[in-house]
């Protein structure tokens, strides 16, 4: 029961990152660029004091640290930016969708061996995505930030790729937000404008407690995970998120999002069934 709740915990602190990133962004004072950089040096601190505090040093010079630090600002800088106009279930739906497609295409060009169920849940969550932003109808969302939320979704999709092999995932992670702070704030002297109380407040809390607490929460319980009810548990992130942007901050809420966010996730789900069979059958055999 505690690892279920610990779980449900971290699902809804991921989530929160999209509410708070939103929110923040609907007060005209805050600037997108502006709450990327107070979130990730909030962030940074915070996984930082983490890691000193159980006896380590983020290993900053370590390699692959440049690729890393790279997706990783690009998915806070995309993902802030898409939250000008996007809501906050919208832009979770297609960053987890992206993140699930980005990661189907690298194991692809690997040549890894990819089973029938797999190729079927990506065309299904690949056709979701396409209803959903196809233009045309009025409930589909502008093509810039759904490119914005795209390339945040590539983006987190990379860095996934380049820790999985990581032994230190917490030390890995401080050293990643440490590093991305000056690449982040560039963008921000570059694009300018502000940030308001409210947004500080707010971005402060995404990046030290729903991002830097929600990870270091996510690697506590992880080992106690099968791969397969991980990847189903992050599943539920976006729903959490469509039903805190309409009960939070009174987003609407269409059949063609509820109908393309069911597409989407039953072919997420589907990946994650033909993983789980992989392993049952190697683990048989």
């Not at 990643?176 to 707010?202: D, E, H, R, S, T």
Request: proline share 4%; with cysteine; hydrophobic share 60%.
């Amino acid at each position: 029961m505690r690892l279920v709740l610990l779980t449900a915990l971290t699902m809804v602190a991921f989530a929160a990152n999209s509410l708070l990133n939103r929110a923040a962004l609907l007060d005209d004072a805050t600037s997108p660029a502006a709450f990327a950089a107070v979130r990730v040096l909030a962030g940074a601190v915070m996984l930082a004091a983490l890691v000193i505090l159980r006896g380590g040093v983020p290993p900053i010079r370590a390699k692959g640290r440049v690729l890393e630090t790279a997706a990783l600002a690009l998915y806070l800088i995309g993902f802030s930016f898409a939250y000008v106009s996007l809501d906050a279930g919208l832009g979770a739906l297609i960053l987890f969708g992206g993140v699930q497609l980005t990661m189907f295409a690298a194991a692809v060009l690997s040549r890894d061996h990819v089973p029938v169920l797999r190729w079927l849940g990506a065309a299904m969550a690949l056709g979701g995505l396409a209803w959903l932003v196809w233009p045309g109808d009025v409930t589909a969302p502008a093509f810039v930030p759904v490119a914005m939320m795209a390339a945040a979704a590539f983006g987190w999709g990379i860095y996934s790729l380049a820790g999985r092999g990581a032994k230190d995932a917490m030390g890995e992670t401080a050293a990643n937000f440490m590093c991305a702070v000056p690449v982040v704030f560039l963008v921000w002297a570059m694009a300018g404008g502000g940030i308001g109380g409210q947004g500080i407040v707010l971005a402060v809390v995404s990046g030290a407690v729903t991002s830097g607490l929600g990870y270091a929460l996510w690697y506590t319980v992880l080992p106690g995970l099968d791969r397969s009810v991980a990847a189903l548990a992050q599943l539920t992130v976006p729903v959490i998120a469509v039903a805190g942007g309409v009960l939070f901050l009174g987003e609407g809420l269409t059949a063609r999002l509820v109908l393309s966010s069911a597409i989407i996730l039953g072919g997420v789900a589907l990946g994650v069934l033909a993983s789980s069979q992989r392993r049952i059958g190697s683990s048989g055999s």
